[in-house]
T-cell receptor, first 114, second 113 residues
C-alpha cells in the first residue's frame, strides 16, 4: 500500500503558467480532497469529491479546477497561476462510511508562483 | 456553518512541563467527528485521534490525553511531561457527515530542552 501519493514535491511557476498537481490513492477510498496550507491559516479545503464523476467546491475554490474520472486519481489544475497561489498543497482521502472518516494525507506539494 | 478555533497560535514550554492545546468548535449537526493531527517540522500530517459526537469519554494514550466536552464545544489536547520531539504544529479538525474536514488555524508547540 502506497497510501496517498502526490507529485511533484516541489514546483516553481511563473505567473500565468498552468500546471496539474497529481494525487493518487490505492486504498479504494470514495472521498478525496485538496487543501492548501498557508501560515497562520491552517488547512483550507479547495475542492473535494465523494466518488468518481462527482466533485464539489470547498472553502477556497477560485483559480482551481478538479475532476475525478477514477476512484484512484484526483488531480488539481491551476489554469493561470497567480502569486496568491503560492502555498503547500495537500491531498487527502478517506472512506465515507460513518465513523471511518479518518483522512489520510499525502506528503504535500510546495508550490511557488513568481 | 462549521468552524474550528484554536486560539493559541504559539506555545513554548520547557521539557517535562505539561501543556494543553485548546480547541473550540461550532456545528449545527448532532453527528460529527473531531480530530487532532500533528505536523512535525518534516511537514507531513500525522493522525492522532478521532472522536465522535456521541462519545464524550476522555481518552488517554501514553503521554497524550484528550478532553471532549459537548457542553462547551471543546476538544482539548494535553501532553504530559512534554518532550522535545513533541515540537510540532497541532491541528484540531471537525467533520460532519459527508466527509468534509474543517481545520483550525493550528497551534505551534515548541518544547525546549
Amino acid at each position: 500500500n502506497a497510501g496517498v501519493t502526490q507529485t511533484p514535491k516541489f514546483q516553481v511557476l511563473k505567473t500565468g503558467q498552468s500546471m496539474t498537481l497529481q494525487c493518487a490513492q490505492d486504498m479504494n477510498h470514495e472521498y478525496m480532497s485538496w487543501y492548501r496550507q498557508d501560515p497562520g491559516m491552517g488547512l483550507r479545503l479547495i475542492h473535494y469529491s465523494v466518488g468518481a464523476g462527482i466533485t464539489d467546491q470547498g472553502e477556497v475554490p477560485n483559480g482551481y479546477n478538479v475532476s475525478r474520472s477514477t476512484t484512484e486519481d484526483f488531480p488539481l489544475r491551476l489554469l493561470s497561476a497567480a502569486p496568491s497561489q503560492t502555498s503547500v498543497y495537500f491531498c487527502a482521502s478517506s472512506y465515507l462510511r460513518t465513523g471511518y472518516n479518518e483522512q489520510f494525507f499525502g506528503p504535500g506539494t510546495r508550490l511557488t508562483v513568481l | 456553518a462549521q468552524k474550528v478555533t484554536q486560539a493559541q497560535t504559539e506555545i513554548s514550554v520547557v521539557e517535562k512541563e505539561d501543556v494543553t492545546l485548546d480547541c473550540v468548535y461550532e456545528t449545527r449537526d448532532t453527528t460529527y467527528y473531531l480530530f487532532w493531527y500533528k505536523q512535525p517540522p518534516s511537514g507531513e500530517l500525522v493522525f492522532l485521534i478521532r472522536r465522535n459526537s456521541f462519545d464524550e469519554q476522555n481518552e488517554i494514550s501514553g503521554r497524550y490525553s484528550w478532553n471532549f466536552q459537548k457542553s462547551t464545544s471543546s476538544f482539548n489536547f494535553t501532553i504530559t511531561a512534554s518532550q522535545v520531539v513533541d515540537s510540532a504544529v497541532y491541528f484540531c479538525a471537525l467533520s460532519e457527515a459527508g466527509g468534509k474536514l474543517i481545520f483550525g488555524q493550528g497551534t505551534e508547540l515548541s518544547v525546549k530542552p
